[in-house]
């Protein structure tokens, strides 16, 4: 059975629907399928949604539709989520080649867990990642299912720069930094494709619900990788799940 959602208001426009008080595939699947409900009915008045690991922060014209209103509307969606269809999530094909100049932080990630570093990556790329929400820059992708046995603290001092394509690890999280950004997650890889961009629809390759099956490449694919999508000629491998 689950837990009822929880409806916190978020100043006079917007309205969290909270779904527990844990990071779980269970409760980000009620994410997506609330999303996914409030944008299939078109609810009154809601002008955006922003879904996160366990809540999705609701938008509203207060001019349009009031709190309570919203509010009532919302928990009837709720009671039906196991209704929505869903497309059946698909995997994407991440190459990354590890260590050295793209994985400065390989080494301290495989000393602080008593690994080889190539026993890091060999367990880094055995795992398919869920894509738990994307945020903090435009497609960042926060990913879940990481094993323990990597688990690596932040940076105590975060880096200034760090290049768009990186893949880091933050306590018992991975992911994938976009764009060039500040940041203090280890990095152990770096990828040569193109998570965002504005001028592609959809601008993100990577969605909530969707998985991350990283690849290990060498440094000579990933230069040509890199021509490729430099060229516009690369083309993203997915797959749906079986």
């Known amino acids: 059975m689950y837990e009822r959602a929880r409806f916190l208001p978020c100043g006079d426009k917007a309205l969290l629907v909270e779904f527990g008080n844990a990071i779980s595939r269970e409760a980000n699947t009620r994410v997506r399928n609330m999303f996914l409900a409030v944008?299939?009915?078109?609810?009154?008045?809601?002008?955006?949604?922003?879904?996160?690991?366990?809540?999705?922060?609701?938008?509203?014209?207060?001019?349009?539709?009031?709190?309570?209103?919203?509010?009532?509307?919302?928990?009837?969606?709720?009671?039906?989520?196991?209704?929505?269809?869903?497309?059946?999530?698909?995997?994407?094909?991440?190459?990354t080649v590890y260590g050295g100049e793209y994985g400065p932080d390989l080494g301290t990630v495989a000393q602080h867990n008593k690994l080889a570093p190539d026993e890091v990556v060999q367990v880094h790329?055995?795992?398919?990642?869920?894509?738990?929400?994307?945020?903090?820059?435009?497609?960042?992708?926060?990913?879940?299912?990481?094993?323990?046995?990597?688990?690596?603290?932040?940076?105590?001092?975060?880096?200034?720069?760090?290049?768009?394509?990186?893949?880091?690890?933050?306590?018992?999280?991975?992911?994938?930094?976009?764009?060039?950004?500040?940041?203090?997650?280890?990095?152990?890889?770096?990828?040569?494709?193109?998570?965002?961009?504005?001028?592609r629809e959809p601008p993100a390759i990577l969605q909530p619900g969707d998985y991350v099956r990283f690849v290990r490449i060498t440094d000579e694919e990933y230069r040509k990788t890199q021509a490729a999508v430099a060229a516009g000629t690369y083309q993203a491998r997915t797959h749906l799940v079986e």
């Open 39 to 95: 944008e299939k009915q078109g609810v009154t008045g809601v002008v955006d949604l922003v879904p996160t690991y366990r809540s999705v922060l609701v938008y509203y014209d207060p001019l349009r539709v009031s709190r309570q209103d919203l509010t009532e509307q919302l928990a009837r969606l709720e009671q039906h989520l196991e209704e929505v269809p869903v497309e059946k999530p698909k995997v994407v094909e991440v190459p």
């Open 125 to 199: 790329a055995g795992t398919d990642y869920l894509v738990y929400m994307i945020g903090f820059t435009p497609g960042f992708p926060y990913l879940g299912g990481m094993s323990p046995k990597i688990a690596t603290p932040r940076l105590k001092t975060p880096r200034t720069v760090i290049p768009a394509g990186s893949v880091g690890i933050a306590e018992s999280q991975t992911g994938i930094y976009p764009l060039e950004s500040p940041g203090g997650w280890q990095l152990i890889g770096r990828t040569p494709i193109k998570l965002f961009d504005p001028y």
